[in-house]
T-cell receptor
Framework: AQSVTQLDSHVSVSEGTPVLLRCNYSSSYSPSLFWYVQHPNKGLQLLLKYTSAATLVKGINGFEAEFKKSETSFHLTKPSAHMSDAAEYFCVVTLVSRTGGTSYGKLTFGQGTILTVHP | ETGVTQTPRHLVMGMTNKKSLKCEQHLGHNAMYWYKQSAKKPLELMFVYNFKEQTENNSVPSRFSPECPNSSHLFLHLHTLQPEDSALYLC???????????FGPGTRLTVT
């Protein structure tokens, strides 16, 4: 079984200040973890992914996340928030499923964190 | 844009109507997914198709009927829906051997 907990439903920051969105996971296996972002009335966009390589993962738009196995955490950070970062962010843990010789991911989503950026 | 398209983008239907949602990708992806996104609830996986074969049905009511005629197209046929089925329905696809999924913009469904 696997699960994801996003510790904050809302985070509010001022433009130019750091962003921290917190995520804890639970997984029976070595997990693959993602962060997705959803802007209003849009689909989900992949921000970054961790798949057991480097524990510090860099993504698009200046975001990065650090995988900490001892803390079962995968927090998302950005040094300086921009107005365009205002959106909802989802932490995701993936279970690998295999059928017919190919594999695909079964994603389990967190509840989401709404990021508000003030001028 | 991820290359995954969904039509229509908005749909209002009565409880006795029959309608279909369409998802399309020409990215060479083998797996396609339907998700339901309701307010204040995590995204819920509904169905998974891998190379046109259904591999997951997450206890979805039979009033939702998926169809995958080929690896590029995915449909969700709707009939006799309930108001609680109003939600954003998202389609996604993933390439062979990779776990990340690429999402379409969704269909906002309202059942009246």
């Amino acid at each position: 079984a696997q699960s994801v907990t996003q510790l904050d439903s809302h985070v509010s920051v001022s433009e130019g200040t750091p962003v921290l969105l917190r995520c804890n996971y639970s997984s029976s296996y070595s997990p693959s973890l993602f962060w997705y972002v959803q802007h209003p009335n849009k689909g989900l966009q992949l921000l970054l992914k961790y798949t057991s390589a480097a524990t510090l993962v860099k993504g698009i738009n200046g975001f990065e996340a650090e995988f900490k196995k001892s803390e079962t955490s995968f927090h998302l950070t950005k040094p300086s928030a921009h107005m365009s970062d205002a959106a909802e962010y989802f932490c995701v843990v993936t279970l690998v499923s295999r059928t017919g010789g190919t594999s695909y991911g079964k994603l389990t989503f967190g509840q989401g964190t709404i990021l508000t950026v003030h001028p | 844009e991820t290359g995954v398209t969904q039509t229509p983008r908005h749909l209002v239907m009565g409880m006795t109507n029959k309608k279909s949602l369409k998802c399309e990708q020409h990215l060479g992806h083998n797996a396609m997914y339907w998700y339901k996104q309701s307010a204040k609830k995590p995204l819920e996986l509904m169905f998974v198709y891998n190379f046109k074969e259904q591999t997951e049905n997450n206890s979805v009511p039979s009033r939702f009927s998926p169809e995958c005629p080929n690896s590029s197209h995915l449909f969700l046929h709707l009939h006799t829906l309930q108001p609680e089925d109003s939600a954003l329905y998202l389609c996604a696809s993933s390439p062979p051997g990779l776990l990340e999924q690429y999402f379409g913009p969704g269909t906002r469904l309202t059942v009246t």
